[in-house]
């Protein structure tokens, strides 16, 4: 068995070295040929434009994206909304879900009629609360009622927001 292995080792290294014999000058040949053309073009570099230099000189304004507090706030107690009074019964709904859809006029003093959810219509007058956030109405036009909300800010200080119910086309909800 030795010598079948023996004998065959000479013979397949006779056969592997036959093959390594030859010129692969035509192989050679063609890659030159081939990668003749295949030269990168790159373009330059763009020229860098110099800019003048900015210096940075609004450390003393208020940063935009802190917490601020107007001067009702400051006052820790100054703004508050009565706890003590009772609620009128606008002011168990979202001012949103609220819709003024009218106004009426007796002598001299003017009413807004406001629909709530329930489809219920309700008379209102300056003076009158609506919607959670104590809406204190403060002024009523043909076309829109003012009021003044106060709410509590990300630091449970009570502000001032105004706003107004706007008068809703027929139709619309």
């Known amino acids: 068995m030795i010598k079948w292995s023996y004998h065959l080792g000479c013979v397949l290294l006779l056969v592997v070295s036959a093959c390594?014999?030859?010129?692969?000058?035509?192989?050679?040949e063609f890659v030159n040929k081939s990668g003749e053309g295949l030269r990168g073009k790159v373009d330059p570099l763009p020229e860098i434009?110099?800019?003048?230099?900015?210096?940075y000189e609004a450390f003393n304004i208020p940063d935009p994206f802190s917490a601020r507090k107007n001067n009702q706030s400051k006052r820790h107690g100054a703004l508050q909304p009565d706890l003590k009074r009772s609620k009128e019964a606008l002011e168990n709904?979202?001012?949103?879900?609220?819709?003024?859809?009218g106004t009426?006029?007796?002598?001299?003093?003017?009413f807004a009629l406001v629909r709530a959810p329930d489809n219920t219509v309700y008379r209102v007058k300056a003076g009158n609360y609506l919607g959670q956030n104590?809406?204190?109405?403060?002024?009523?036009?043909?076309?829109?009622?003012?009021?003044?909300?106060?709410?509590?800010?990300?630091?449970?200080?009570?502000?001032?927001?105004?706003?107004?119910?706007?008068l809703q086309a027929q139709?619309?909800?």
């Open 20 to 28: 390594s014999e030859g010129t692969y000058s035509d192989l050679e």
């Open 49 to 55: 434009k110099s800019f003048a230099q900015f210096n």
């Open 104 to 110: 009426l006029q007796r002598n001299k003093q003017i």
């Open 134 to 166: 104590f809406g204190l109405i403060t002024g009523i036009s043909e076309t829109e009622i003012k009021l003044k909300e106060i709410i509590q800010d990300s630091a449970n200080d009570w502000t001032e927001r105004r706003g107004a119910l706007m």
């Open 171 to 173: 139709g619309q909800k």
């Open 93 to 101: 709904f979202p001012l949103e879900n609220l819709a003024m859809v």
